[in-house]
């Protein structure tokens, strides 16, 4: 079946450093994949819809220049986390469409301290 | 655009008793709905999907949910709980149409299933 790999599952950064989350199809070609945010005991926020070889589309309230997405390849999406702060700890899920499908990574642990 | 509303935020319930989750949805559209779960820390796990055909749907590990048209929901349902199966579950839908619509959740409900 399809596999969406996630790293790191967990990182701890300084605060103002930047961090980079790597989301991987591993077994199907993705050129749709999406990236969320879940704060404790919440649903899942969609962040953006990151295409392969163009520029993302990111959600109302969600600043692109902070949350840079990269999706260069059919198989792989990042997500840099810029200038990091304690407010953007949370957990972030990537998830890959194939066909009518959509498999989730299995999220990062983030804590800005 | 569409929403999804999880009646239910909590559901405790014995083991061995059954459960039901609700979820109705709004949506201008015709649309694919899913449920899925997820445990803590981890990503999500797709139960059962409906895309199409016959409106109940099942799962490999005794969960159904049946497509109601009428009344705009999806909800799951099992006849007997396991210890294991104490987690999240959200009800989504996306578009019908392309494949690369994105999903709309609804706000989940945690099962804590007791013994």
């Known amino acids: 079946g399809a596999v969406v790999s996630q790293h790191p599952s967990r990182v701890i950064c300084k605060s103002g450093t930047s961090v980079k989350i790597e989301c991987r199809s591993l077994?199907?070609?993705?050129?749709?994949m999406f990236w969320y945010r879940q704060f404790p005991k919440q649903s899942l926020m969609l962040m953006a819809t990151s295409n392969e070889g163009s520029k993302a589309t990111y959600e109302q309230g969600v600043e692109k220049d902070k949350f840079l997405i990269n999706h260069a390849s059919l198989t792989l999406s990042t997500l840099t986390v810029t200038s990091a702060h304690p407010e953007d700890s949370s957990f972030y899920i990537c998830?890959?469409?194939?066909?009518?499908?959509?498999?989730f990574g299995s999220g990062t642990r983030l804590t800005v301290v | 655009a569409q929403s999804v509303t999880q009646l239910d935020s909590q559901v405790p319930v014995f083991e061995e008793a059954p459960v039901e989750l609700r979820c109705n949805y709004s949506?201008?559209?015709?649309?694919?709905l899913f449920w899925y779960v997820q445990y803590p820390n981890q990503g999500l796990q797709l139960l059962l999907k409906?895309?199409?055909?016959?409106?109940l749907v099942e799962s490999i590990n005794g969960f159904e949910a049946e497509f109601n048209k009428s009344q705009t929901s999806f909800h799951l349902r099992k006849p007997s709980v396991h210890i294991s199966d104490t987690a999240e579950y959200f009800c989504?839908?996306?578009?019908?149409?392309?494949?690369?619509?994105?999903?709309?959740f609804g706000g989940g409900t945690r099962v804590l299933v007791k013994p």
């Open positions: 989504a839908v996306s578009e019908v149409g392309a494949a690369g619509n994105k999903l709309t």
């Open positions: 409906y895309l199409s055909g016959s409106t």
């Open positions: 998830s890959a469409v194939r066909d009518y499908g959509y498999t």
């Open positions: 077994d199907f070609q993705a050129t749709t």
């Open positions: 949506s201008s559209v015709s649309v694919y």
